[in-house]
């Protein structure tokens, strides 16, 4: 059975910086592109960004690009989200998530597996 495990979410001041981490076990985790995704109250869940199966590609979208950083270790099983310069509209629940395929991790309606989210709290 697939388990995505998020951590390192909080409470953070506007402008600082957080890393949240993404444990996965039930599968072969150096085949699956893995992604971030967002979810503010009220809103529909949005795509933060994501990084191929090896590594060597990342991509993100407009609204985090040169904030966030996506890395994994495959020896560990983890995928990183690291934040900086954070904004209170970066408040959100922050969810990890896993497909084989590049085209599925890009939209929130894609994904084979998720995680249970973790809270990211920006304030003014």
């Known amino acids: 059975q697939v388990h995505l495990v998020e951590s390192g979410g909080g409470l953070v001041q506007a402008g600082g910086s957080l890393r949240l981490s993404c444990a996965a076990s039930?599968?072969?985790?150096?085949?699956?592109?893995m992604g971030w995704f967002r979810q503010a109250p009220g809103k529909e869940r949005e795509f933060v960004g994501f990084?191929?199966?090896?590594?060597?590609?990342?991509y993100y979208a407009d609204s985090v690009k040169g904030r966030f950083t996506i890395s994994r270790d495959n020896a560990k099983n983890t995928v990183y989200l690291q934040m900086s310069s954070l904004k209170p509209e970066d408040t959100a629940d922050y969810f990890c998530?896993?497909?084989?395929?590049?085209?599925?991790?890009?939209?929130?309606?894609?994904?084979?597996?998720w995680g249970q989210g973790t809270q990211v709290t920006v304030s003014s």
């Open positions: 998530a896993a497909d084989q395929r590049i085209s599925n991790i890009r939209t929130p309606r894609g994904p084979d597996y």
């Open positions: 990084i191929r199966r090896d590594g060597a590609m990342t």
């Open positions: 039930g599968l072969t985790f150096s085949t699956y592109a």
